[in-house]
């Protein structure tokens, strides 16, 4: 017979190759060490002003749809001093890099905000409104807007803004 074994005989064991116990441990170990090694290299990823902006627009939209489905207005405030923009509902927390700057302005009538603002959702769809500029020194803006009467918010990147 071709497959290794004769009529009587036990199949031969000495065949090159692995066995499936040996390639499930191998995947095991490769998978252990990829997830140890992922927090890692996020470190070592920059972040962007586009990269920060996208989370500040999920941040944002997931603020909005608590308040929909809550009827409870819903805030994210924006802290320049400290670096951090903050969802109270969802408990989100985003911690902006030193080396991307950002700039407030908020309500419907745009008061440019030194230092601080916030902006609420409340349940019947509207908002107060704000935008917020990122910019970083070698790679181009974004900017995140949220309107103010239907309290959509929008993502703007180019280095023109």
Known sequence: MKDGTERGRAPDRHRAGFS?????????????LASLAAPAFRSVVR?????????????????????????????????????????????DVLQVPEAISFSLIFGSNDTAAADAGSV?????GTSSGG?????????????????WLTSVADLREGGGL
């Open 20 to 32: 499936l116990l040996e390639m499930l441990v191998v995947l095991a170990v490769i998978g252990l």
């Open 47 to 91: 972040a962007t002003p586009l990269s920060v902006a996208r989370s500040t627009l999920l941040m944002v939209q997931k603020a909005r749809l608590i308040a929909l489905k809550t009827g409870v207005p819903t805030l994210v405030a924006f802290d320049a001093r400290t670096r951090r923009i903050e969802s109270e509902s969802g408990g």
């Open 120 to 124: 609420v959702f409340f349940p019947e």
């Open 131 to 147: 935008q917020v500029t990122f910019s970083g020194a070698n790679a181009p803006g974004a900017v995140v807007t949220v309107n």
